[in-house]
């Protein structure tokens, strides 16, 4: 439960209208635009990644992040809300 005095912590509002897309509190992001940005050792050391890789599972993290996992098989990143919508 929140601390005293502390406003309670609010789900994050997402959805997954296709494989490809995933919308954030209103704002629509790409698989592809978002493993660009996944912040594991092993995505930023990819020059490129592939114009068809899909989410295959999303998870929130408490209130905060989302746990993104990739076709490509990546599921190493968190992004957190704040990032996500002021990006």
């Known amino acids: ?35 660009k940005r996944c912040p594991c050792v092993a995505c930023q ?7 068809e890789v899909k989410f295959t599972a999303v998870k929130a993290v408490g209130s905060y992040a989302l746990s993104l996992r990739f076709s490509s098989g990546c599921s190493a990143g968190i992004y957190r809300l704040k990032e996500l919508t002021h990006a």
């Open 1 to 35: 439960s929140p601390a005293r005095g502390s406003p309670a912590e609010e789900p994050i509002v997402w959805s997954q209208p296709d494989p490809q897309t995933l919308v954030v509190e209103g704002i629509t992001y790409r698989a592809p635009d978002l493993q």
């Open 45 to 51: 050391g990819k020059n490129a990644v592939d114009s």
